[in-house]
């Protein structure tokens, strides 16, 4: 009896030390991110608002898609905040999961971190984050925010993928696609326009397509994505929809996010904006998007 007494109070202990460990690994995992948002935010805060450049010089269509996103004409803002959930697919995976993220981004300087949370079994999740500041990444992804399963430090290629990644957000803080900042606009055609963004000797360049009321309906790479990575990075197509004004701005409340290579397009994140606001440097005026 005294054995089992002693057996189960060992079993008692490390399952507490393994709470104990699982607890203070979520801690720091979290207060990383925190640091994450901090650090755009502060970022943000040093950049400000290029100087206005006549829209006449830029591609007809990139024309209307300003006059649509800005009804009533440009509004101030340093940085946008915004929650999203949907259906998320894990790299190499088929199946989606609910998923619930956040994600801050700066307007006037490519810097943004996204953090989400998807279950994986009943009781197991993942957590995962990708922060892009001061021109370098840093991607992880850690399940019970604990056990590290991706770790992907800064490389060129990752760098370029991070600010595709801020370029194909772009849609939801369309004053980052005004001219005079760090895009540039390309003419393509009557209904399409190549939006190049430049960060630290580092480029990259996405294919914009428009409806024709002014809308971007997506963003979409002009070269194939590599399937087998271990991440999804900023993937290689966005389609965006049921664009809402917020603070004077319309943006796109749904949003479907694909892998595109060998002619095959696969999304891995599609969902909704619940809450977006942006923040000028007076403050934040806290704006909810409108209800599905």
Request: proline share 7%.
């Amino acid at each position: 009896m005294k054995s089992l007494h002693r057996f189960l109070a060992t079993v008692g202990v490390l399952c507490g030390l393994s709470a104990l460990g699982l607890a203070t690994a979520s801690h720091r995992t979290e207060s990383r991110i925190a640091e994450h948002h901090a650090h755009v935010r502060a970022q943000a805060q040093t950049q400000s608002r290029p100087a206005d450049r006549p829209a006449e010089a830029l591609p007809e269509p990139v024309q209307r898609y300003l006059r649509f996103a800005f009804p009533q004409g440009t509004t101030p803002a340093l940085y946008v905040e915004m929650s999203m959930q949907g259906q998320f697919r894990r790299p190499g995976q088929e199946g989606f999961a609910p998923t619930h993220a956040q994600q801050t981004a700066a307007l006037h300087t490519p810097a943004m971190v996204f953090d989400a949370t998807t279950p994986m079994a009943p009781g197991v999740w993942a957590r995962a984050y990708d922060a892009y500041v001061n021109g370098q990444m840093e991607m992880k992804a850690r399940i019970l925010s604990a056990l590290t399963v991706v770790d992907e430090q800064p490389t060129t290629e990752l760098n370029r993928i991070s600010l595709r990644r801020w370029l194909l957000e772009s849609p939801t803080f369309p004053h980052a696609l005004l001219p005079g900042g760090v895009v540039r606009w390309e003419a393509v055609g009557p209904d399409s326009a190549r939006a190049v963004a430049s960060h630290q000797g580092v480029t990259a360049s996405l294919l914009a397509r428009f409806a024709e009321d002014g809308r971007l309906l997506s963003f979409e790479s002009e070269e194939d994505g590599d399937l087998g990575t271990p991440y999804h990075g900023s993937g290689e197509h966005v389609a965006r929809r049921d664009y809402h004004t917020v603070q004077g701005v319309r943006v796109p409340l749904g949003f479907t996010i694909s892998r595109r290579a060998q002619g095959r397009t696969l999304p891995f994140w599609e969902g909704r904006i619940t809450t977006i606001r942006f923040v000028t440097d007076s403050g934040a005026t806290q704006a909810s998007a409108p209800p599905a």
